[in-house]
């Protein structure tokens, strides 16, 4: 099975090889501000002929928006406006001008009802200070030496890394990797090296492939699974929250960057943020190792995965849970079950959102109206069934395995909803929502599929 993966590596960069990159992280920005440029003021020269009443036919020519059309004009007019081009790598400005094409097609696309999801706001001009340093390389020498520990970039030379590349190393000397692109990147005060790889992956099966587990993902607990499992939240931002505040105060005491005066930071304004930045990007780097293990504890052992399809976005409204939410990492975990049960040969079930798995109970079907958030016990009026609420949402989720897999003969006896629950009071019997045709149906596919194949009932 091919698949695309990413490498990702800390690099010790020497202070001159620290501004090689950092030049290279310019030129992408000098190019992609003066595209941006170029294209805005075409924009706005045929928004105002138009107020003047200039026909369609006889407006200034448009300017195509293609990476091939952008690298083109940048090509004619690299000499007056970056003299000092040939000082960097063609794959620098390459980097600004790629990043923009896919900015304004993005921007295109959700304007015209093509691109899902929020609206796509139009890009902006990088700026020196307040940009993520980053280039990417396409083309030319891109490889790791056989000491694993440095790796060879196109006009940045041979770079030391902060660990060993062993285990793409191992891949590109059997012959089942091939580099496709490397990213230098600033992050969290650190540079990191990530190769973006094709990845000839074994086909593997899970410890249990018969096995069935409902997740159901909070606050309290990270997640309750049906097996009766519960994963602590180990909540890395709350922990972090004391110093990050004296971290803070200790940068408003610092003579910082003033855009109404034109003053420059001091250095000691500058020492203080990246001390702050270490701060979060360790946050950052902790929660990710945790969702990893999890997940792919979870895709190893289990060979279905159910999930509920959680609004993140809409839950992030409510300003009293939002930061923990937020630090939990819910659209994180779905994001990494989708492409590590392809890996290991197992699928992920996605529940309707509309899917009462709190409310129902998981012992007769019956569903309530209401439950508070507050009711962490579920009591089932019908059938006495008292029991943990997340767990009970769990064992609801992995109950949803068996409807899947009887979809396609007739009706089931089906738990499922396709619409908020109604306010009538609590439900004695069990739902028959009707039959599940195989179109309404599915697993997440392997990586570079997406997610949206939910559990649902025909109306």
């Known amino acids: 099975m091919k698949t695309i993966q990413a490498y990702r590596f800390a690099l010790d960069l020497t202070p001159g090889q620290e501004r090689d990159v950092l030049g290279h992280a310019g030129a992408a920005r000098v190019a992609h501000n003066w595209a941006l440029a170029r294209v805005k003021a075409v924009m706005d020269q045929r928004a105002a002929e138009r107020t003047y009443g200039v026909p369609g036919d006889e407006l200034t020519e448009s300017m195509s928006w293609t990476l091939a059309s952008l690298r083109k004009a940048w090509n004619v007019a690299k000499v007056d406006v970056a003299p000092w081009w040939r000082e960097c790598s063609k794959e620098a400005f390459n980097t600004g001008l790629d990043a923009l094409a896919r900015a304004l097609k993005n921007w295109s696309d959700s304007r015209s009802g093509k691109r899902a999801g929020r609206l796509v706001g139009f890009p902006r001009f990088k700026s020196r200070r307040r940009t993520t340093a980053s280039v990417r390389f396409t083309t030319g020498t891109i490889r790791v030496e056989p000491d694993r520990m440095h790796v060879v970039l196109p006009r940045l030379g041979r770079l030391k890394l902060h660990e060993s590349a062993r285990k793409l190393a191992r891949r590109l000397d059997n012959g089942t990797a091939r580099i496709m692109s490397a990213t230098v990147r600033r992050d969290g005060g650190r540079w990191h090296v990530a190769f973006c790889v094709e990845v000839e992956r074994a086909e593997r099966a899970p410890a249990r492939p018969g096995s069935v587990v409902g997740v159901d993902v909070g606050i309290k607990h990270l997640a309750v699974l049906s097996t009766g499992e519960l994963v602590p939240n180990p909540r890395h931002l709350a922990a972090a929250q004391q110093r990050m505040r004296h971290l803070g105060r200790a940068l408003t005491r610092k003579q910082g960057p003033d855009w109404r ?143 899947f897999d009887t979809a396609g003969s007739g009706p089931v006896a089906a738990r499922g909803a396709d619409q908020k629950t109604r306010v009538r009071g609590q439900v004695a019997v069990k739902r028959e929502p009707g039959t599940a045709p195989a179109g309404q149906t599915g697993t997440v596919p392997p990586q570079g599929g997406t997610a949206d194949h939910v559990l649902t009932r025909a109306h």
């Not at 923990?324 to 492409?339: K, P, Q, V």
């Not at 509309?354 to 109206?369: E, H, N, Q, R």
Request: proline share 1%; net charge positive.
């Open 261 to 403: 005066t034109g003053c420059r930071a001091s250095n000691r304004w500058q020492r203080a943020a990246n001390r702050l930045g270490r701060a979060h990007a360790r946050v950052a780097n902790l929660r990710r190792d945790g969702l990893h293990k999890l997940t792919t504890r979870l895709t190893r052992e289990h060979g279905t995965i159910v999930v509920e399809d959680l609004n993140v976005t809409g839950m992030l409204a409510n300003r009293r849970v939002a930061k923990h939410i937020a630090d939990a990492g819910f659209a994180e975990i779905r994001r990494h079950l989708t492409y590590k049960t392809g890996w290991n040969g197992g699928r992920l079930l996605v529940a309707d959102r509309w899917y009462p798995s709190s409310k129902t109970c998981s012992g007769c079907g019956a569903a309530k109206a209401k439950l508070s958030l507050s009711e962490r016990e579920y009591h089932c009026e019908a059938c006495g069934l008292v029991m943990d609420r997340d767990r009970n949402a769990a064992a609801n989720l992995a109950a949803l395995a068996a409807q």
